[in-house]
Nanobody, 120 residues
Framework: QVQVVESGGGLVQPGESLRLSCVASGTITGIYSMGWHRQAPGKTRELVALVRHGEDPKYVDFAKGRFTMSRDSAKNTAYLQMDSLKPEDTGVYYC??????????????WGQGTQVIVSS
């Protein structure tokens, strides 16, 4: 069984930075992709950034130039560096991981999320 845990959220002022971490653990044979999503209060969950195996990270428009996603494949970990944060970046940030687990079974797992609040 695969678990995904996010960390690094918090309360920051506009213009400040946060670095989120996502760790996948359990019996993992390989990971296809790791993605960051967010859900603002009263809104639907949306993609922020995604990295597939062997590819560079891809970002949605609001994340380009401010957010940087990186991945440590050896540690099954992904990071999201968020700079120049704005109040509209407030929300719960989730990590999604899909890949192959034990006995070559596919998995697609979400973490519980980490809260980000950007407010003065």
């Amino acid at each position: 069984q695969v678990q995904v845990v996010e960390s690094g959220g918090g309360l920051v002022q506009p213009g400040e930075s946060l670095r989120l971490s996502c760790v996948a653990s359990g019996t993992i044979t390989g990971i296809y992709s790791m993605g960051w999503h967010r859900q603002a209060p009263g809104k639907t969950r949306e993609l922020v950034a995604l990295v597939r195996h062997g590819e560079d990270p891809k970002y949605v428009d609001f994340a380009k130039g401010r957010f940087t996603m990186s991945r440590d494949s050896a540690k099954n970990t992904a990071y999201l560096q968020m700079d120049s944060l704005k109040p509209e970046d407030t929300g719960v940030y989730y990590c999604n991981v899909d890949g192959i687990g034990s006995d070559y079974q596919l998995f697609d797992v979400w973490g519980q999320g980490t809260q980000v609040i950007v407010s003065s």
